[in-house]
Protein backbone atom coordinates (compact mmCIF):
# COMPACT_ATOMS: atom_id res chain seq x y z
CA UNK A 1 0.00 0.00 0.00
CA UNK A 2 0.82 3.49 -0.60
CA UNK A 3 3.51 4.83 2.24
CA UNK A 4 2.74 8.85 1.41
CA UNK A 5 -0.16 10.62 0.49
CA UNK A 6 -0.24 13.38 -1.43
CA UNK A 7 -3.51 15.75 -2.44
CA UNK A 8 -5.25 16.89 -3.98
CA UNK A 9 -3.83 14.97 -7.18
CA UNK A 10 -5.15 17.47 -9.34
CA UNK A 11 -6.18 20.95 -9.31
CA UNK A 12 -7.07 23.48 -11.85
CA UNK A 13 -7.71 27.63 -10.73
CA UNK A 14 -7.55 30.83 -11.39
CA UNK A 15 -4.43 32.79 -11.60
CA UNK A 16 -3.87 34.60 -8.52
CA UNK A 17 -5.33 31.51 -6.69
CA UNK A 18 -3.21 30.12 -3.70
CA UNK A 19 -2.87 26.04 -3.91
CA UNK A 20 -1.91 24.08 -0.45
CA UNK A 21 -0.63 20.58 -1.43
CA UNK A 22 -0.49 18.03 1.54
CA UNK A 23 1.89 15.45 1.80
CA UNK A 24 1.50 13.12 4.68
CA UNK A 25 3.72 9.93 5.82
CA UNK A 26 1.54 7.10 6.81
CA UNK A 27 3.60 4.09 7.49
CA UNK A 28 6.90 6.15 9.77
CA UNK A 29 7.49 9.10 11.11
CA UNK A 30 9.41 11.29 8.26
CA UNK A 31 12.36 13.32 9.42
CA UNK A 32 12.57 14.68 6.32
CA UNK A 33 10.68 15.68 3.09
CA UNK A 34 10.94 16.78 -0.05
CA UNK A 35 9.37 18.82 -2.71
CA UNK A 36 10.23 18.29 -6.42
CA UNK A 37 8.25 19.88 -10.00
CA UNK A 38 8.19 18.30 -12.80
CA UNK A 39 7.39 19.76 -16.15
CA UNK A 40 6.35 18.38 -19.09
CA UNK A 41 8.75 15.53 -20.76
CA UNK A 42 11.49 16.87 -18.23
CA UNK A 43 12.93 15.31 -15.44
CA UNK A 44 11.83 16.07 -11.50
CA UNK A 45 13.22 19.09 -10.43
CA UNK A 46 13.95 19.59 -6.61
CA UNK A 47 12.21 22.51 -4.98
CA UNK A 48 13.22 22.22 -1.40
CA UNK A 49 14.03 19.94 1.54
CA UNK A 50 11.68 20.05 4.76
CA UNK A 51 12.64 19.36 7.76
CA UNK A 52 10.03 18.86 10.96
CA UNK A 53 9.80 21.81 13.29
CA UNK A 54 12.49 24.01 11.17
CA UNK A 55 12.87 25.90 8.23
CA UNK A 56 12.23 25.02 4.95
CA UNK A 57 15.87 25.10 2.92
CA UNK A 58 14.91 26.20 -1.13
CA UNK A 59 17.22 24.95 -3.86
CA UNK A 60 18.98 28.00 -5.84
CA UNK A 61 16.30 29.68 -7.82
CA UNK A 62 13.16 28.35 -6.06
CA UNK A 63 11.58 31.42 -4.55
CA UNK A 64 10.40 30.64 -0.96
CA UNK A 65 7.78 33.14 -0.55
CA UNK A 66 6.24 31.97 -3.71
CA UNK A 67 6.49 28.26 -2.87
CA UNK A 68 5.51 28.41 1.13
CA UNK A 69 6.46 24.84 2.87
CA UNK A 70 5.26 24.05 6.23
CA UNK A 71 6.37 21.08 7.76
CA UNK A 72 4.78 20.95 11.42
CA UNK A 73 4.74 16.82 12.08
CA UNK A 74 6.53 13.98 11.53
CA UNK A 75 3.83 12.66 9.28
CA UNK A 76 2.52 16.18 7.39
CA UNK A 77 4.21 18.58 5.03
CA UNK A 78 2.17 20.94 2.92
CA UNK A 79 3.24 23.16 -0.09
CA UNK A 80 1.21 26.61 -0.82
CA UNK A 81 1.60 27.68 -3.77
CA UNK A 82 1.31 31.56 -3.73
CA UNK A 83 -0.64 33.88 -6.32
CA UNK A 84 0.01 31.29 -8.93
CA UNK A 85 0.06 31.91 -12.03
CA UNK A 86 0.01 29.90 -15.45
CA UNK A 87 3.97 29.40 -15.38
CA UNK A 88 3.46 27.75 -12.43
CA UNK A 89 1.16 25.04 -14.08
CA UNK A 90 3.31 22.03 -13.37
CA UNK A 91 3.21 18.43 -11.83
CA UNK A 92 4.43 18.44 -7.96
CA UNK A 93 5.70 15.52 -6.15
CA UNK A 94 6.60 15.07 -2.99
CA UNK A 95 8.77 12.65 -0.98
CA UNK A 96 9.65 11.68 2.73
CA UNK A 97 12.42 9.70 4.31
CA UNK A 98 13.12 8.33 7.98
CA UNK A 99 16.33 8.99 7.26
CA UNK A 100 19.86 7.75 7.70
CA UNK A 101 20.26 6.27 3.69
CA UNK A 102 16.96 5.38 3.60
CA UNK A 103 15.37 4.75 0.47
CA UNK A 104 12.76 8.37 -0.53
CA UNK A 105 9.31 7.33 -1.34
CA UNK A 106 7.24 9.29 -3.24
CA UNK A 107 3.88 10.28 -3.57
CA UNK A 108 1.67 10.27 -6.84
CA UNK A 109 1.90 13.75 -7.28
CA UNK A 110 -0.53 16.99 -7.78
CA UNK A 111 -1.31 18.05 -11.30
CA UNK A 112 -2.04 21.80 -11.33
CA UNK A 113 -3.14 23.66 -13.90
CA UNK A 114 -3.68 27.35 -13.58
CA UNK A 115 -5.88 28.89 -16.12
CA UNK B 1 26.92 15.47 -7.12
CA UNK B 2 29.13 12.80 -9.08
CA UNK B 3 26.88 12.63 -12.46
CA UNK B 4 25.07 9.64 -14.36
CA UNK B 5 25.10 8.88 -17.89
CA UNK B 6 22.43 6.42 -18.90
CA UNK B 7 20.92 5.82 -22.58
CA UNK B 8 17.75 8.24 -23.61
CA UNK B 9 15.52 4.86 -24.34
CA UNK B 10 15.87 1.63 -24.68
CA UNK B 11 13.24 -1.52 -26.22
CA UNK B 12 12.50 -4.94 -24.87
CA UNK B 13 10.22 -7.71 -25.27
CA UNK B 14 7.71 -8.65 -22.78
CA UNK B 15 9.04 -11.89 -20.79
CA UNK B 16 12.77 -11.34 -21.38
CA UNK B 17 15.60 -9.83 -19.41
CA UNK B 18 16.24 -5.89 -19.68
CA UNK B 19 19.93 -4.89 -18.83
CA UNK B 20 19.70 -1.02 -18.32
CA UNK B 21 23.10 0.57 -17.93
CA UNK B 22 24.42 3.67 -16.07
CA UNK B 23 27.92 4.74 -15.86
CA UNK B 24 29.17 7.30 -13.33
CA UNK B 25 32.85 7.05 -13.67
CA UNK B 26 33.48 10.18 -10.71
CA UNK B 27 31.75 7.70 -8.00
CA UNK B 28 33.03 8.85 -5.14
CA UNK B 29 34.02 5.98 -2.10
CA UNK B 30 30.76 6.89 -0.13
CA UNK B 31 28.34 7.44 -3.23
CA UNK B 32 25.70 4.63 -2.98
CA UNK B 33 24.27 3.55 -6.28
CA UNK B 34 19.91 3.91 -6.27
CA UNK B 35 17.38 3.59 -8.91
CA UNK B 36 14.55 4.97 -9.06
CA UNK B 37 11.66 4.28 -12.01
CA UNK B 38 8.89 6.47 -12.49
CA UNK B 39 5.53 5.22 -14.46
CA UNK B 40 3.32 7.70 -16.14
CA UNK B 41 1.63 9.92 -14.06
CA UNK B 42 2.84 8.68 -11.20
CA UNK B 43 5.44 9.93 -8.22
CA UNK B 44 8.89 7.59 -8.58
CA UNK B 45 8.95 4.42 -6.94
CA UNK B 46 12.30 2.88 -5.11
CA UNK B 47 13.67 -0.11 -7.12
CA UNK B 48 17.07 -0.58 -5.05
CA UNK B 49 20.28 0.14 -3.85
CA UNK B 50 23.74 -0.65 -3.56
CA UNK B 51 27.22 0.21 -2.45
CA UNK B 52 29.91 -1.93 -3.74
CA UNK B 53 28.23 -5.55 -3.96
CA UNK B 54 25.87 -6.70 -6.35
CA UNK B 55 22.47 -6.69 -4.39
CA UNK B 56 18.97 -8.41 -5.34
CA UNK B 57 15.48 -7.90 -4.20
CA UNK B 58 12.04 -9.03 -5.21
CA UNK B 59 12.07 -6.37 -8.21
CA UNK B 60 15.08 -6.24 -9.35
CA UNK B 61 18.84 -7.14 -9.55
CA UNK B 62 21.72 -4.90 -9.02
CA UNK B 63 25.17 -5.44 -10.90
CA UNK B 64 28.05 -3.17 -9.57
CA UNK B 65 31.34 -3.32 -11.74
CA UNK B 66 34.52 -3.66 -9.70
CA UNK B 67 35.91 0.05 -9.88
CA UNK B 68 32.23 0.79 -9.57
CA UNK B 69 32.30 2.96 -12.15
CA UNK B 70 29.44 1.51 -13.98
CA UNK B 71 26.39 -0.57 -12.53
CA UNK B 72 23.14 -2.64 -14.34
CA UNK B 73 19.80 -2.44 -13.59
CA UNK B 74 18.47 -6.15 -14.55
CA UNK B 75 14.72 -6.83 -14.81
CA UNK B 76 14.82 -10.61 -14.70
CA UNK B 77 11.67 -11.06 -16.92
CA UNK B 78 10.07 -7.74 -17.94
CA UNK B 79 6.40 -7.23 -17.77
CA UNK B 80 4.24 -4.61 -19.74
CA UNK B 81 3.77 -2.82 -16.20
CA UNK B 82 7.81 -2.37 -16.59
CA UNK B 83 7.47 0.20 -19.16
CA UNK B 84 8.72 3.74 -17.46
CA UNK B 85 11.47 6.15 -16.99
CA UNK B 86 14.47 4.48 -14.65
CA UNK B 87 16.90 6.50 -13.04
CA UNK B 88 20.03 6.08 -11.95
CA UNK B 89 21.36 8.23 -9.04
CA UNK B 90 24.35 8.49 -6.84
CA UNK B 91 23.88 9.12 -3.32
CA UNK B 92 26.19 10.39 -1.33
CA UNK B 93 26.62 8.89 2.43
CA UNK B 94 25.14 11.39 4.92
CA UNK B 95 22.93 13.53 2.07
CA UNK B 96 19.45 12.33 2.21
CA UNK B 97 18.51 14.64 -1.23
CA UNK B 98 18.53 13.22 -4.80
CA UNK B 99 19.37 14.63 -8.24
CA UNK B 100 17.26 13.15 -10.79
CA UNK B 101 18.73 13.39 -14.42
CA UNK B 102 16.98 12.25 -17.77
CA UNK B 103 16.88 8.49 -16.97
CA UNK B 104 16.12 6.07 -18.99
CA UNK B 105 12.53 5.59 -20.79
CA UNK B 106 11.91 1.83 -20.94
CA UNK B 107 9.49 0.55 -23.72
CA UNK B 108 7.87 -2.91 -23.12
CA UNK B 109 6.71 -4.58 -26.96
CA UNK B 110 4.15 -7.02 -26.37
Known amino acids: GAVVSQHPSWVICKSGTSVKIECRSLDFQATTMFWYRQFPKQSLMLMAT?????????EQGVEKDKFLINHASLTLSTLTVTSAHPEDSSFYIC???????????FGDGTRLSIL | DAKTTQPNSMESNEEEPVHLPCNHS???????IHWYRQLPSQGPEYVIHGLTSNVNNRMASLAIAEDRKSSTLILHRATLRDAAVYYCILRNFGNEKLTFGTGTRLTIIP
Open chain 2, 26 to 32: TISGTDY
Open chain 1, 50 to 58: SNEGSKATY
Open chain 1, 95 to 105: SSTSGGGQPQH
